[in-house]
Nanobody, 125 residues
Framework: QAVLEESGGGSVHAGGSLRLSCSPSYVTFVNTCVGWFRQAPGKEREGVARIWTLGGHTYYADSVKGRFIISQDRTKDAVYLQMNGLKPEDTGLYYC??????????????????WGQGTQVTVSS
C-alpha cells in the first residue's frame, strides 16, 4: 500500500529553522502535486505550501510566504519544506499529501490523495 513518510519535525525557539522531508513508498513523485499542511490544536487543517513536481511550480499560503520554501529532489524522490523564521503560531502537526496530477492549482486533498502520519513542529517564544 502506498504511503507517505514525513520527518524533520522538532522543537525550536522562535526565529529558528527546521526542514521537513516527505518521501513516498511504492509510488513516485513523478508528475505529482505535493502539499504540506498543518493542524494546530483546536484549529482546522490548513495548506501551507505545494509544489508540482513535473514543472516545479510552487504556491504558498500568505502566512508563510517569504519564510518557508518548498522544494524537491528528484534524485531522492523527496519533497522538502524549509521553514525559517519560525513563530509560535507555526506550531502544529505537519502533514504531506500527494496526488498524481497534470496540474497543481489546488491543494491535493481529494479522495485519491495519499497522506502521511504527520510530524510535530513546536515553536516556543
Amino acid at each position: 500500500q502506498a504511503v507517505l513518510e514525513e520527518s524533520g519535525g522538532g522543537s525550536v525557539h522562535a526565529g529558528g529553522s527546521l526542514r521537513l522531508s516527505c518521501s513516498p513508498s511504492y509510488v513516485t513523485f513523478v508528475n505529482t502535486c505535493v502539499g504540506w499542511f498543518r493542524q494546530a490544536p483546536g484549529k482546522e487543517r490548513e495548506g501551507v505550501a505545494r509544489i508540482w513536481t513535473l514543472g516545479g511550480h510552487t504556491y504558498y499560503a500568505d502566512s508563510v510566504k517569504g519564510r518557508f520554501i518548498i522544494s524537491q529532489d528528484r534524485t531522492k524522490d523527496a519533497v522538502y519544506l524549509q521553514m525559517n523564521g519560525l513563530k509560535p503560531e507555526d506550531t502544529g502537526l505537519y502533514y504531506c499529501a500527494a496526488e498524481s496530477r497534470t496540474r497543481c492549482v489546488a491543494w491535493p486533498t481529494s479522495v485519491d490523495a495519499l497522506w502521511g502520519q504527520g510530524t510535530q513542529v513546536t515553536v516556543s517564544s
